[in-house]
């Protein structure tokens, strides 16, 4: 299967500041690439698709002006949560779409708002 | 109702055991149907796409039924290893994100 990473892996911070996780194919361009977020014990929910070179699509209820994506190029994409509270401490994880629709999830990034 | 259906278990199992996981999805016009597993803390991995004539990998054999909108996962001969949680997903149209299930989690006892 394809290879995804992520990083950072794990991150804390101060409420109130920007914490930037990338999220790279490694062997695949991907023209989409998904974010999600994941609280302990529950499923994953999608926050947004990333396509390279356009603006994201965020799922209703997500702030687009809290959680910025960007994706540049083809294996890269970037979200920023911008003035995180400590409701934002969550497992964000970062998925590329593969040929045949199966999508690849990178290691994930465990954020800790204090 | 939810777009993907799981029963959230959990399965105790011994060794040795089979295990069945079922799935139903609301969309008909669901187009690519997954299995994916996700250990404790961990991200998402691939364990095998579904086909309509159903399918085979070592232990695990996948099946789906497009009339009842129903995907079931089959396990043999279960492992300790094979502890974690199982996702049934469904994708729509191409470059839509896949639809997770909340997941059933299986427990391998020895």
């Known amino acids: 299967g394809a290879v995804v990473s992520q990083h950072p892996s794990r991150v804390i911070c101060k409420s109130g500041t920007s914490v930037k996780i990338e999220c790279r194919s490694l062997d695949f361009q991907a023209t989409t690439m998904f974010w999600y977020r994941q609280f302990p014990k529950k499923s994953l929910m999608l926050m947004a698709t990333?396509?390279?070179?356009?603006?994201?699509?965020?799922e209703q209820g997500v702030e687009k002006d809290k959680f910025l994506i960007n994706h540049a190029s083809l294996t890269l994409s970037t979200l920023t949560v911008t003035s995180a509270h400590p409701e934002d401490s969550s497992f964000y994880i970062c998925?590329?779409?593969?040929?045949?629709?199966?999508?690849?999830f990178g290691p994930g990034t465990r954020l800790t708002v204090t | 109702r939810k777009e993907v259906e799981q029963d959230p278990g959990p399965f105790n199992v011994p060794e040795g055991a089979t295990v069945a996981f079922n799935c139903t999805y609301s969309n008909s016009a669901s187009q690519s149907f997954f299995w994916y597993r996700q250990d404790c803390r961990k991200e998402p991995k691939l364990l095998m796409s579904?086909?309509?004539s159903g399918n085979e990998d070592g232990r695990f054999t996948a099946q789906l039924n497009r009339a009842s909108q129903y995907i079931s996962l089959l396990i043999r001969d279960s492992k300790l290893s094979d502890s974690a949680t199982y996702l049934c997903v469904v994708g729509h149209q191409a470059g839509t994100a896949l639809i997770f299930g909340k997941g059933t989690t299986l427990s391998v006892s020895s």
């Open positions: 990333s396509n390279e070179g356009s603006k994201a699509t965020y």
């Open positions: 998925s590329a779409r593969g040929v045949r629709g199966e999508q690849y």
């Open positions: 579904v086909y309509s």
